[in-house]
């Protein structure tokens, strides 16, 4: 038996029927994981931290002691969740030496249900990308095709799973930062409602539109973590209280409706030709399946890049400004006037522009620009809170849409994975890659990518499912109901 090809529910079965132990998984995916440095997938993992949590799975269920649902289940974390005594660095020089002295709630959910976090996944730099290729440690590869970008900014994290280095694992998104790559690497990512999930630990880009979610190969997988994760926190106080649904058992019942709205703004210039006719196709198997399928429109989408361009920036300026050197994380060692106009300066000042000069990569930098701009005097109302009233529009949108359906259906990214370094110097190019994922950040409700395809070159397409808020259990349904169709969840990368 190959144990990285199991899915996560074979995993936790397999270990609570002794069919395995926790040991045993841990060591098969660190041994995968060595063969495939090459990918870049981590930037810190410490095999012998990972092996003694399994083995104190094994001793606790060997003793009779109560174990968690996710029991010696391995769960790859994005670069940015705080792990008490562990580098969380967000891909940044900035945070090079941080360790927090505390555990993200999702952290302590995870620990609470025996899972083994198994190491810190390489991301976009602050989270601020779509392609892993501005991290500090240099890209991440697709496990489909090593010259291609796995998409980001949670692209570590999605990478893991696709080349079955870890069965599951957790990323973060902001403008599509979990679908995007989920798409491009062939596997499941759900970015939840705005709330679903605790960001307690979670280091910020955008706080109003970060979220926490997972990344499994098929949607029972997708439930099994969803459960573990979610819930309220009076840690965080965005988190909502409702009670978490019991997802694993609700996924195979039928939505009790199907009604699915095809997103015409979707379909329009830009998407590449094998995208649409995957997507068409997996349209056509929910209507096989007696879906009532619509035409829709969000009329505003096409304001989404923009609107999402000026909030995400502004929170992140914002955000983004207690990295200066003086209480933790990076510290410039040489801040010595640089010219004859910073000679005046005050050495605290060049101190902290120096650190931030260093500390920052470049579009971590280009984005603090941008949203210092949009916020400052005389500008405010002419871009920032005119993109407040535009984000309020496309949330109308949305509310508009579902009262006539229940679930949205599109592609989550216009093409298949691209090549490193295509779009890196146009950024324009690069922020279009999440032109479809956005606006539902922008509104807070959750939408769901799984694989529906593959390109000629043998590249995954994703489509993505969008939900009104809080129907994460309605939209695992949905997407478990094409799963139940289909095979696209079952294929793997040859590596």
Not at 56 to 71: H, K, Q, S, T
Request: aromatic share 8%.
């Amino acid at each position: 038996m190959q144990l990285t090809n199991l899915t996560a529910t074979e995993v936790v079965a397999g270990i609570s029927a002794r069919k395995f132990n926790a040991e045993e998984v841990a060591k098969a995916f660190l041994d995968r994981t060595a063969k495939l440095k090459n990918l870049n997938i981590y930037v810190h993992l410490d095999d012998e931290v990972v092996l003694n949590q399994a083995r104190d799975v094994d001793r606790r269920l060997a003793a009779g002691e109560a174990v968690g649902p996710l029991a010696g289940l391995p769960v790859a974390i994005k670069d940015l969740l705080c792990v008490q005594g562990e580098p969380t660095t967000c891909g940044s020089k900035m945070l090079a030496n941080f360790r927090p002295p505390y555990n993200a709630t999702v952290i302590e959910k995870l620990k609470a249900a025996g899972a083994v976090l198994y190491g810190k996944a390489n991301m976009d730099e602050f989270a601020m990308g779509s392609s892993t290729e501005n991290s500090c440690y240099g890209p991440t590869l697709n496990p489909w095709d090593p010259a291609r970008i796995p998409g980001g900014s949670s692209g570590g994290s999605a990478a893991a799973v696709a080349a079955m280095t870890a069965p599951v694992s957790l990323g973060s998104d902001t403008g599509g930062s979990i679908r995007q790559p989920a798409a491009l690497c062939g596997v499941v990512g759900l970015k939840p409602t705005y709330g679903r999930v605790s960001r307690y630990g979670l280091i910020a880009f955008a706080s109003s539109l970060d979220q926490i979610g997972p990344f499994t190969w098929n949607v029972p997988d997708m439930a099994l973590m969803m459960e573990a994760i979610s819930g309220g926190d009076p840690k965080d106080a965005t988190s909502l209280p409702d009670a978490v649904p019991a997802y694993s058992q609700e996924i195979e019942k039928r939505p009790e409706r199907l009604r699915i709205g095809v997103v015409k703004e979707f379909f329009g210039e830009g998407l590449d030709n094998e995208v649409a006719v995957a997507v068409h196709n997996a349209i056509e198997v929910y209507r096989k399946l007696g879906a009532e399928i619509k035409e829709v429109s969000l009329p505003h989408s096409k304001y989404g890049i923009a609107a999402y361009y000026i909030v995400a920036p502004a929170e992140a300026s914002s955000n983004l400004a207690r990295y200066d050197g003086t209480l933790f994380g990076h510290r410039a060692k040489d801040f010595s006037p640089a010219d004859e106009a910073e000679k005046d300066l005050p050495a605290l000042v060049r101190m902290m522009m120096a650190t931030r000069a260093e500390g920052f990569g470049a579009e971590v930098k280009r984005r603090i620009m941008l949203g210092t701009y949009a916020l400052s005097a005389g500008y405010a109302d002419q871009y920032y809170n005119k993109a407040l009233k535009v984000r309020r529009l496309i949330r109308n949108d949305f509310e508009t849409a579902f009262k006539d359906v229940d679930f949205l259906i599109g592609p989550t990214t216009p093409t298949p994975a691209f090549k490193l370094g295509e779009k890196a110097a146009n950024p324009l190019a690069m922020y279009l890659s999440d032109i479809y994922t956005i606006t539902t950040n922008l509104a807070g409700i959750p939408g769901l990518s799984m694989p529906c395809g593959l390109s000629s070159e043998g590249l995954p397409i994703g489509m993505q499912l969008v939900g009104p808020a809080m129907s994460e259990t309605a939209l695992l349904q949905a997407a478990r109901l094409f799963e139940r169709e289909t095979d696209w969840h079952t294929k793997r990368p040859n590596i």
